[in-house]
């Protein structure tokens, strides 16, 4: 049986997601646009699950947009906004964010739009003060990641809503990676948007959401019918819409005792590969990171081998974002940190979840040192490739 270590990319079908699925093909219900009984009823259910999935955040139900994912929901809070603020031309962000959100901001600088890029610093950290001072006037956006996919740094960003606010720019906040695994506030953080995606959680892919404080500062990107308060038309995904909300309440209910353990399992992962491989780095903080991830690199050893040697052993991690896996250049996060070229190639991401036993974090422990030493010895890394 694999053992699945790449939460970050999409976690395992929660069973309350499941059933919550099985629930809904039984009952064979009709659109929810329709005004006859099944169309209700089925209206009835979109509600219950967009108020499932808004306490999560601490949003008002009526707040939630359901995208098709994270990707579409960055899309629509990026585009959507700049659309809204039509005479703004400069959005902040930084180098480290989701493919995501750097697409649509490579498209829009390509459009003639000033893109800022801030920096982080070696832990993945990015400075309030940084962005706070690239704020001005012309700002329509300001679009930050609260916790990195690769990495896990968790990011400090309750400090710009004020700003923003009295700046007439909008803060969104891709919050995919950070729901369910730390607590997350739209009030607290006081974000306009804020990014969410149902596979990160336990919901199946293809569903996400989008909070938008107010709508009237975001155009929709996709036209049609009224659906979602306007924001996105299309008949929704009415399945995967309850499977999120499934998700949620599940991933709510359960979030601090997952957490703690899935922490302490890391943690126990990361000091014996630490006392098995000599050199081993964590790329991260060790205090500010989501609990659930580890990106290490391994020395004298190519990443993509190591990859392929451990799926060859049942064990499933990656290398960085789900979006990029396809990619020849080596992590972009890791290499805004500051690490080299080589130490970018020589780094995989760990990221536990909800299923996850100490059994297989025992297993793992014992299997990738064993790997990396055969792969180590087999392809030897020269130093001044390093």
Not at 108 to 137: H, K, N, Q, T
Request: include cysteine.
């Amino acid at each position: 049986m694999p053992i699945y270590l790449d939460h970050n990319a999409g976690a395992p079908l929660r069973a309350e997601a499941a059933a919550a699925i099985s629930r809904l093909l039984q009952d064979a219900a009709g659109n929810p646009s329709s005004v006859h009984r099944a169309g209700q009823r089925s209206r009835r259910m979109l509600e219950a699950a967009r108020a499932q999935v808004a306490t999560i955040v601490g949003a008002e139900p009526r707040r939630i947009v359901f995208t098709s994912g994270g990707t579409e929901s960055n899309n629509l809070a990026i585009f959507g906004a700049i659309t809204a603020a039509s005479r703004r031309r400069k959005i902040i962000s930084s180098e480290i964010e989701h493919s995501s959100i750097l697409a649509p901001l490579a498209e829009l600088e390509r459009r003639g739009f000033d893109v800022v890029r801030v920096a982080p610093d070696s832990d993945g950290r990015i400075d309030p003060a940084r962005v706070l001072a690239a704020l001005d006037s012309e700002t329509a956006l300001v679009t930050l990641g609260l916790a990195n996919s690769e990495v896990g740094t968790i990011q400090d960003l309750a400090p710009l809503a004020s700003a923003c606010s009295e700046k007439g720019a909008l803060l969104h906040i891709d919050a995919a990676q950070a729901v369910a695994r730390i607590p997350v506030d739209v009030a607290m953080l006081g974000c306009d948007l804020m990014t969410l995606s149902g596979h990160k959680l336990g919901a199946p892919a293809g569903i996400g959401a989008l909070y938008v404080r107010d709508s009237a500062r975001v155009a929709p990107i996709v036209f049609g019918g009224p659906h979602e308060s306007g924001m996105r038309a299309g008949t929704p995904n009415l399945l995967g819409a309850v499977a999120f909300g499934a998700a949620a309440e599940a991933a709510m209910n359960s979030m601090r005792e997952e957490s703690d353990r899935i922490g302490s399992l890391a943690a126990s992962l990361l000091t014996r590969l630490r006392d098995a491989i000599s050199g081993l780095r964590l790329n991260g903080p060790t205090v500010g990171r989501l609990p659930n991830t580890l990106n290490l690199t391994f020395p004298g050893v190519l990443g993509e081998s190591m990859l392929i040697a451990l799926d060859l052993e049942g064990v499933e991690v990656s290398m960085g974002s789900a979006c990029a896996a396809g990619a020849v250049e080596p992590s972009h996060v890791l290499r805004a940190m500051g690490r080299s070229v080589a130490d970018a190639r020589s780094s995989l991401r760990i990221s536990l979840g909800w299923n996850n036993t100490a059994d297989e974090i025992d297993a793992v422990a014992t299997i990738i040192p064993a790997v990396w030493r055969r792969v180590a010895d087999a392809e030897p890394l020269a130093e001044d490739a390093r």
